[in-house]
């Protein structure tokens, strides 16, 4: 006997679930197949696609058929091609190959990661996920650390953490205004603009974030950093905390971190590190030492969704003291009553939000998938590719390089007068390549970041062919 429409009215029919199985694997497969094939930005008629969603809401369902139709016909033509080769702005990977696969599994579990009961693989996989991560920088047993929507979330709450760690009142309780003196946060003028955005929405007030100068190659000047704290206290004000950057948004540049830890252990404040684009470059040989050093912060933001390749969205805050997430976010009720257990965790715990996705579970799929090795030689390639395309800008007469290539971003700007706004523009136009601007110094340029594990030599060549030769069209 068929079940009664309205029981039915929500799932699948046999039928039904063997056309979305097939119509689903075959637009995984053809997708990727076409990826080469496809623009890397679509062009776009705005009025039309406007009217292209224009239905109204619709009372009866058009079917598994005619829905993956209006994917194939109305959704695919206006994405952008995030995993294209040549897809070089901003710091945006592709999704690595198992990631659709792990995020309709974790759709059908659909598990509620905010107390272990509701999620127990869950919570112990979103532990072990953290812990791997946390190893990566040498952090102790006692540290920790939530999975966040990304880094400018990570930032947010280490920010959080940071100033009701080092508050001198308890501010759940009598809150900001209760200060004798205002709290002041020191970043560097490179900073990402989420540590600005971080201070307002926590209502620190941009005016007590100090944008401390960088030297030559970008990195936080640590001697003018030191200053401007000892002003700070002689003007009665309460520093308490830096977030340094591993590895800048425009440049790659990696601040002193060493240095900085030893002024925060001095002057006790909280070490923050937003390692959002660079920190998981510790898995390249060639940046291990140097980064490594981020393991002295109190807190570290990472993003899987950067460099583990992690679909969209997966940033991480890893704590060198896990409670310090706990005195911050811990909060009890009369209806959500929690069961402590001391190998699971509930996260509600330690961040914001309840209800919660299991984020962990596209990355451990990824690393159980490729094992982290893959992971390494992804960084160590990607670093390798952003040097050759350096030695290709440095070997050009009408290029010069504007900072130095620490990680994989390169950028650069034409000595020769050609207009950067208008090579970018050519080379979307064409075809070839999505690049971003950059402006450092006042001086306008053009950046590529290499955050794609399939980009290689011959994309770069492309790419630099393209700049320098404004007459021919790509064939
Ligand atoms: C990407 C990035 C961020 C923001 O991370 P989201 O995941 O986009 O929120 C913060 N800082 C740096 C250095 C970044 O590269």
Excluded at 51 to 59: G, I, K, N, T
Excluded at 232 to 245: E, G, I, N
Excluded at 304 to 326: M, Q, T, W, Y
Aim: with cysteine; proline share 5%.
């Amino acid at each position: 006997m068929q079940p009664a429409e309205e029981e039915r009215a929500l799932s699948l029919s046999d039928r039904e679930l063997a056309t979305a199985g097939s119509l689903l694997t075959e637009f995984l497969r053809a997708f990727e197949e076409s990826l080469d094939a496809r623009r890397v930005m679509p062009v776009l008629d705005r009025n039309q696609l406007s009217q292209l969603f224009e239905a109204p809401f619709p009372e009866v369902g058009i079917g598994v058929e005619s829905l993956f139709r209006d994917i194939h016909e109305k959704v695919l033509p206006n994405c952008a091609t995030v995993a294209h080769r040549r897809f070089l702005a901003y710091v945006l990977g592709p999704p690595n190959g198992i990631a659709p696969y792990a995020e309709a599994v974790a759709a059908a579990l659909n598990q509620n990661c905010n107390f272990w009961q509701l999620s127990p693989a869950a919570s112990v996989i979103e532990r072990k996920v953290i812990a791997w991560l946390g190893s990566l920088f040498g952090y102790p047993e006692a540290a920790g650390g939530i999975l966040t929507s990304g880094g400018s979330m990570a930032n947010l709450m280490a920010l959080s953490v940071a100033m009701h760690e080092k508050a001198p009142i308890d501010l759940h309780k009598a809150g900001l205004s209760a200060l004798a003196s205002p709290l002041v946060v020191y970043t560097s003028a490179e900073a990402h603009r989420s540590v600005e955005k971080a201070v307002a929405i926590l209502g620190l007030g941009l005016d007590h974030v100090r944008k401390i100068p960088v030297d030559a190659d970008f990195r936080l000047r640590v001697d003018l950093l030191e200053r401007v704290i000892e002003e700070d206290r002689r003007a009665r004000a309460t520093p308490f905390c830096v977030v340094a950057a591993a590895g800048t948004v425009n440049t790659g540049a990696i601040d002193p971190i060493d240095d900085i830890a030893d002024l925060c252990t001095r002057e006790s404040l909280w070490l923050h590190v937003d390692g959002a684009y660079g920190a998981l470059f510790i898995l390249a040989n060639r940046m291990k030492d140097c980064l490594s050093r981020c393991g002295r912060a109190d807190s570290i933001a990472l993003d899987p969704h950067k460099l583990l390749f992690a679909p969209l969205e997966a940033g991480c805050l890893i704590v060198r003291n896990h409670d310090s997430l706990r005195n911050t976010f811990h909060f009890t009720s009369s209806y959500l009553t929690v069961e402590h257990d001391p190998l699971l965790m509930n996260y509600l715990e330690y961040g914001p939000q309840l209800s919660r996705g299991f984020k962990a579970f596209k990355i451990w799929c990824s690393l159980q998938t490729f094992g982290v090795r893959a992971f390494r030689m992804a960084a160590d390639r990607m670093l390798e590719l952003a040097r050759y395309m350096a030695a290709r800008v440095m070997a050009e007469p009408s290029l010069e390089l504007l900072a130095p290539v620490e990680l994989t971003a390169v950028c650069f700007r034409f000595t020769n007068g050609a207009s950067s706004g208008a090579v970018l523009a050519r080379l979307l136009e064409e075809g070839t390549a999505l690049l971003g601007p950059v402006q450092l110094r006042g001086r306008h340029g053009i950046r590529a970041c290499i955050t794609n594990y399939r980009t290689s030599e011959s994309d770069i060549d492309l790419v630099m062919d393209r700049l320098l030769q404004p007459g021919k069209t790509v064939g």
